[in-house]
């Protein structure tokens, strides 16, 4: 029998039943106790401890359920073969680990202009972790049992509710998919809409949805833009089958597209049967001057429009939970094209979010972000208003980014670069333009500043280094 | 002014300051107070209630960040112009709608013999709270920000630690991918390895990744399996550039790749510079009989394995954590093609999953389930092999499922089909056959069995079901 050298300790916060298994399952790991060797008797080692005879037997249940030891009827406990459990050593040594091949080192700014940053200091923690604390409160086996493909119910009902009442998209439940982030949609939706297809899309454009569609062997035409938005004339010239288009606010551009364009979008689309139009809904959540404007889905009779939301900036990037509505008549497809992907988004999150949007938190969020953003608004423009440099400022009273127009002879990217030195990240119209189809735009250079998830003092303090590098080149 | 009609309860739960701005609030949303009338002053409303004045102000503050209100220096609060504010009502009537497109109604079983449900009474819920609480403890807004595209190095970490002391694998963190399962990371794969290839895939097999590989517009190869495994003979015939394989226990039919084929399918890889084999490695923690077989891509010296694991398995389906090792020479397209994808798991479940594996609650919870699970195995095997109907079983000794062959002149389609009819899942292996090519594989019917998510009880039921519907033919 192995010598006892069990030290309990009765002011632990572990209780005593796990300190005795934990010295025994470690004695075993550790080949200290070996393969067969006899454990005493509870009733011995109770006496001998001087603890409750169930104390014993619940660490030796815990050491029984986990493979460590086995019981043998009226002739008492033996060590298990533990050759074929598991042992995970954690080892230590492996953080410190130089990673060869880590992706390329990222730089860090002191101050970052990001378009896609939002905000979470004034996210509602507490509400997320009682929501937390009430989805795991029971020992609820659903939660980790295989969902539906397109998400869970309630979630869907949620956000048919929302984007009914916010945007007026016209749905039932049963149109809307559920998955994790825009991208992974696209990638579902361009298995529905069939391959060999050929998308437009505005150029500049989010080059994740571009890049997306492209990796899925779909041709990729870029056309042009009016203050309108999306050139229609254009549309006719490149005859694609599939419109990639964000009429709320076209990102980065930030312009608005009209009703007349819309019905022009529309009247093309309803024109052939395979016509549809994505319409990228992702940042109409904070307007901050005049009524927001319903999606161009609610305008659609035709079952022409796939309309795409996402929480990533209502609430943050790493929630990962995007939603597409799609028309009725593409569902059959969708469920057999497919219906056999499991949901991309875990149940736990779906039931969170549900619960957070059917409680009210969500619509309180994002009333109070809204208040938040238009500060942040409101102080960023008066700042860029007092600058010598700034020619012309394009899409402010929404969002979290503005474009703006630059005097000065350096181009957009050689200002970007000279402000990364001084470690600033800001962003050249042309980081938004399809590689090899970027050609100007604007007759100024052009950044684009996002100022979601700055404080005034960095707004300020960027916008010095802005200055900076600007004042430089007209020394030179 | 409008009418104060608040009664406040003291003894509520809901604080004094709530209960005036909830009041507030909802008189504001139902235009009982409209826009431009003023509030009552703090100092007014907080003598007229009998609270203290910061009690008012908070109710206040509360409605001026939301938007109801609004605050003019000197003047007072005034109701806002609510119309450019969400409001979500929750429309309870909709739950009662009827939807007319929902998917074609589940039928439900008393009893389903799933090959891919788990058992989930036994997972450590209170730890999993315990983490969650962890996580979620600081107002940490970082967690809401988005991360790495390829996942949180501290899950990649822990994962990388597991895979190499459970199942051999040789490789760093940064050549781990973290997805929202494994037919998300197929279509991230697959565009990494490049379009229009062809892939041989065994038949049965999982359709889920024939799908998926399929729709990604890769060419199809179903090749036979003798009883090692995959037919290297076939493949030498149907001349895939990538081979699809289960070694360690292929699915469904279960049986292991002895290290000669292993070895056979790696020389097959290494003779040209593009070909690849996708090891999926989906139950291979469940072993009952001698010692887990390492993974083929602990074997390989040429970077020619890209190794699958999920932990859909070993925890539950809708965790949505799959997990790809590539071969360090891939990593740079991987970041070139798919670098742009954010990661579609959450960061929350990431953190969670980590904590879950380096605080031991993983290795712990799997040494149990297999304890769990060989006693599951060992019931269930008892029972069939008492049935005069079973000729012979295959797959045992591992998993959650066991191939039976039975003697009848029914098919084992239409067996399903009568099970089905007595409220009883079972599967035909032609099942999991791809749909075009189903042809005989086995002698007699051949049913794939679960048990992993059964109670004897209901073991016992659905194996009477089964015997009822063959002594039902005999009798005809």
């Given at each position: 029998m192995f010598e006892l050298m069990i030290h309990l300790e009765n002011d632990s916060k572990k209780p005593l039943y796990e300190q005795i298994y934990t010295y025994i399952r470690e004695n075993i790991a550790d080949g200290k106790i070996s393969y067969g060797e006899k454990l005493p008797s509870t009733r011995f080692l109770s006496k001998y401890l001087q603890v409750s005879r169930s104390t014993v037997e619940l660490a030796y249940e815990q050491l029984l359920s986990e493979g460590y030891i086995e019981s043998e009827p009226c002739r008492g406990y033996f060590v298990s073969d533990i050759s074929k459990l598991y042992h995970i050593h954690i080892e230590r040594e492996n953080k410190e680990k130089e990673y060869s091949i880590r992706k390329k080192q990222q730089q860090s700014y002191k101050i970052v202009f990001s378009p896609n940053q939002n905000e979470m200091q004034y996210f509602p923690y507490n509400a997320w972790r009682k929501l937390s604390k009430?989805?795991?409160?029971?020992?609820?086996p659903d939660l980790f049992l295989a969902g539906e493909a397109a998400g869970e119910i309630e979630l869907r009902e949620a956000i048919c509710n929302y984007i009914y009442h916010a945007r007026g998209v016209n749905c039932i439940p049963d149109q809307i998919i559920v998955g994790a982030g825009n991208e992974y949609l696209l990638i579902l939706l361009a298995q529905v809409l069939g391959s060999g297809r050929s998308v437009a899309i505005e150029n500049p454009t989010y080059l994740q949805a571009y890049r997306t569609l492209q990796s899925m062997e779909y041709t990729m035409l870029a056309v042009g833009s009016d203050e309108n938005g999306l050139?229609?004339?254009e549309i006719r010239v490149a005859k694609p089958d599939i419109i990639y288009t964000m009429p709320s606010r076209q990102f980065p551009m930030g312009m608005v597209m009209p009703m007349k364009r819309r019905l022009e979008l529309l009247h093309w689309a309803a024109e052939k049967e395979d016509r549809y139009i994505i319409e990228d809904d992702h940042d109409s959540e904070f307007r901050y001057k005049g009524k927001p404007i319903p999606s161009l889905q609610g305008s659609d009779r035709n079952g022409k429009v796939i309309y795409m939301g996402t929480f990533s900036k209502s609430i943050?990037?790493?929630?990962?939970?995007?939603y597409m509505v799609l028309p009725e008549h593409l569902l059959e497809v969708y469920y057999q094209k497919c219906g056999f992907y499991a949901s991309t988004v875990p149940k736990e999150q779906q039931k969170m979010l549900a619960a957070f949007m059917n409680q009210g938190y969500f619509e309180r969020y994002l009333n109070k972000m809204?208040?938040?953003?238009?500060g942040k608004h409101d102080i960023f423009l008066a700042l860029l208003k007092k600058e010598a440099w700034v020619h012309k400022i394009y899409g402010d009273y929404a969002g979290m980014h503005v474009l703006v127009e630059v005097n000065s002879k350096m181009s957009a990217e050689e200002i970007v670069e000279e402000a990364k030195k001084q470690g600033v990240r800001i962003y050249a119209l042309e980081e938004f333009m399809i590689?090899?189809?970027?050609?100007?735009?604007?007759?100024?250079p052009t950044l684009v500043l996002g100022y979601g998830a700055l404080s005034e003092a960095k707004m300020r303090e960027g916008i010095a280094v802005i200055e900076n590098v600007l004042q430089k080149e007209d020394s030179i």
């Open positions: 009430e989805i795991l409160a029971e020992n609820n050139s229609i004339e943050g990037a790493s929630i990962r939970v995007s809204r208040g938040i953003y238009k590689s090899d189809k970027k050609k100007p735009v604007m007759k100024y």
